[in-house]
């Protein structure tokens, strides 16, 4: 008799085994069907929207964070619903709260279309991890040669403007010397913004660059050491005094405007 019932159990235990390899081999092709209509723009609208709901309805963040985030990597010609599906996704993953953030973050370093995944890590984070999740997508290498790269700098660079960055000023020295001029002019405009005394003697070099390229760059240092009544530190490179029209230098180093 006691045979008899461990044998029970033991075939028991063996079908629930192959139950449970059933179902895990049916969700996996459920997640891959499913994860292949969200990354397809072509894909047809109900279907897509379906596959939206299924990672939404998903209780592994692990699964369904990576997959929602797929769909902010590319735009439909239909305005309206490719915002709507984005709002969707990004709901979807705003629901899994801060065990999101590493997929969001992972994301950020890897794409180069940031806009949603950022308005995803806004809503998710607190200042300081946005900022760092930011600060670490930012991509210091040589990348003139890959436009796409450049374009990531140049809206990450805009996105920090709205933030103080203490200690990193000196690392974003980096991109005021970067060949593409919309990535040296958001890169002004976040150092300053910063409250670090470095920044002045880094910018200060623009005020007499005179060049076609820079001359959105001149325009807001000089308005920057006009509000902060910054000194310069090299007032003789300008022997007359004067930098341009009624723009001078005072006698304790500053800029003026001259009437």
């Known amino acids: 008799m006691i045979g008899v019932l461990h044998l029970e ?19 996996e092709r459920k997640i891959g069907k499913s994860l292949a209509v969200i990354k397809n723009p072509k894909a047809i609208k109900e279907d897509r929207q379906a596959a939206i709901e299924y990672f939404k309805g998903l209780d592994d963040p692990h699964v369904a964070v990576p997959a929602l985030l797929q769909r902010f990597e590319y735009s439909l010609e239909h305005g309206i619903n490719d915002t709507r599906e984005k709002e969707s996704c990004m709901d979807g993953i705003i629901a899994y709260g801060e065990t999101a953030l590493p997929h969001v973050r ?55 403007i709205d933030y103080k960055l203490p200690g990193f000023a000196e690392q974003l020295l980096h991109f005021i010397a970067d060949p593409d001029e919309r990535v040296r002019f958001a890169a002004t405009e976040v150092l300053i913004e910063q409250d670090d005394p470095v920044v002045p003697g880094a910018i200060e070099r623009f005020i007499g660059d005179e060049s076609p390229d820079n001359t959105r760059i001149r325009r807001s240092v000089i308005e920057a050491f006009l509000k902060h009544g910054w000194k310069l530190k090299e007032p003789e490179r300008f022997p007359s005094g004067n930098i341009v029209g009624p723009l001078f230098i005072s006698k304790d180093g500053r800029l003026e405007v001259r009437s």
């Open 9 to 27: 159990r033991v075939v028991a235990v063996g079908l629930f085994d192959r139950f449970k390899d059933y179902r895990k081999q049916r969700d």
């Open 106 to 160: 992972e994301h950020l370093l890897t794409t180069n279309r940031i806009a949603w995944p950022i308005k995803t890590l806004k809503a998710l984070g607190k200042e300081d991890q946005v900022i760092e999740i930011l600060k670490s997508a930012l991509d210091f290498a040589d990348v003139r040669f890959d436009q796409a790269k450049v374009d990531k700098n140049y809206d990450i660079l805009c996105y920090m």
